[in-house]
């Protein structure tokens, strides 16, 4: 059995207490992003990280996450031989985007723009992190786009099962980047206030930063009372930017992932949904669910606490809900207000308590790629 030993977020939340209390008093703090759209000035909100100064476009995430990283080394007593048994998976979706964001310029009024290490991306974190840490040469990184470190999760477990590595560092990094801002913002999919999963009058998403690490290993090597149960992705092409409306993809990947951890529809404690609160989004992923469910199951989003963090939301919300149900409770989802006739089924306002179970979590991807994996506490 595939163990999660634990792992540390820095979001729009705060610290850990912070976090918590926001949570479970369904809270949250925005700032306002100005955009030029089409040549008019906008203005959005927007997640970023908490008590840090606003940091620059394509900061570079590595010395900020070296050092929460050790002392998730340091707690789970994880020595230097460990390490070597440890492969490193890596998801963000703004891979190679200052390659993009460069020519952008340069075709727009021929300037360029200067990195600290000339090169950005995710295979050039990926190997600042080995070297430093001294992990196993294995590493793997994804840009799926919302299902990049979602993937990067079920690859690590897969690696674990074989044996291959004993331990696996999952890594999901999220900034600010115009280039991912201004094209979310032209296709019309920003919500200008709030993010409003699965109510009547959501008007789209919300987008964030994140920066998140996970460790997971096996029950042979480590014991945890949280295990990965399984998990699938798969894609679909009925649209470039989402899954299909009627949800069938999405039934297809819930359905797969329950086989594969050999559970039914109604031993699912509570559902970690993407709900990223677009018009369209919601209505697929409810629809799946419906398929799936013949009651309606305990859902919520994380979105209105974080923002949609893009490659980083895998990891990024596995750890708060783990971290929520070790605090004995799983979250509602705010701003929720009105229930829309063609979803018929509303997410939870508030919090519940909650401390065990088998908790499935739902990602999807522009371009169709669905991932949904099951995770599991259970009293050691």
Known sequence: MITILGGDIICALGDKQQRLQHLENGTYETVEKQMDVFGEMRSYPYYQLAGRPVLPEYFDPIPIIIPLIQTLIDKHEIDADALGRCGLFLGCSANDLSISHSIWLNAKDSTSVEFDEKRVGN??????????????????????????????ALDAATMLEANVIDYALVIGLETFASLSFEGFASMQLLADDQVSPFSKDRQGMVLGESLAAL??????????????????????????????????????????????CQLQAGQITSIKTHGTGSPMGDLAEIRGMQSVFEQQPDFFSFKPFIGHTLGSCGVSEMLLLIE???????????????????LRWAPMEKSKSCEAGNFLLNYFGFGGNNVSMVVEKVAL
């Open 215 to 260: 460790f997971m290993s096996r029950d042979d090597v480590c014991e945890s009372s949280w295990k990965y149960r399984g998990g699938v992705n798969r894609s679909e092409i009925a649209s470039v930017t989402g899954a299909k409306l009627d949800g069938s993809g999405i039934k297809e990947v819930i359905d797969l992932t329950l086989a594969s």
């Open 324 to 342: 929520c149900v070790d605090q004995g409770f799983i979250p509602g989802t705010p701003n929720f207000e009105n229930i829309d006739p063609d």
């Open 123 to 152: 295979g050039v974190y990926a190997t600042r992190l080995i070297e430093h840490f001294g992990l196993n040469e294995l590493s793997l990184t994804y840009n799926t786009a919302c299902t990049s470190s979602a993937n990067a």
